[in-house]
Nanobody, 119 residues
């Protein structure tokens, strides 16, 4: 079994910064991609950013230039640095990882962490 555990959520003022972490534990797995998703009340879950095992990154348009995804392979942990936060960034943030087993893709999710941007 593989578990993903997020940390770092909470309340932050508009314009502020926050860093989320996602740590993988359990069975040793090599992840092909690591990502962050978010889901605001009444909205669908959406991809925020992902990073590949080769270090390539991609971001959703609303967060480009403000959020940065990174990974620490030695710790099997990845991060989402969020700067210049806006009220519309308020959501539950989920970390996600995919591993390739032959032709099969195994997907893992964290439990989610609430980020609230409000004055």
């Amino acid at each position: 079994q593989v578990q993903l555990v997020e940390s770092g959520g909470g309340l932050v003022q508009p314009g502020g910064s926050q860093r989320l972490s996602c740590a993988a534990s359990g069975r040793s797995v090599s992840f092909a991609t690591m990502a962050w998703y978010r889901q605001a009340p009444g909205k669908q879950r959406e991809l925020v950013a992902f990073i590949t095992n080769s270090g390539n990154t991609n971001y959703a348009d609303p967060v480009k230039g403000r959020f940065t995804i990174s990974r620490d392979n030695a710790k099997n942990t990845w991060y989402l640095q969020m700067d210049s936060l806006r009220p519309e960034d308020t959501a539950v943030y989920y970390c996600n990882a995919n591993s390739l087993v032959g032709l099969r893709i195994d997907t893992y999710w964290g439990q989610g962490t609430q980020v609230t941007v409000s004055s």
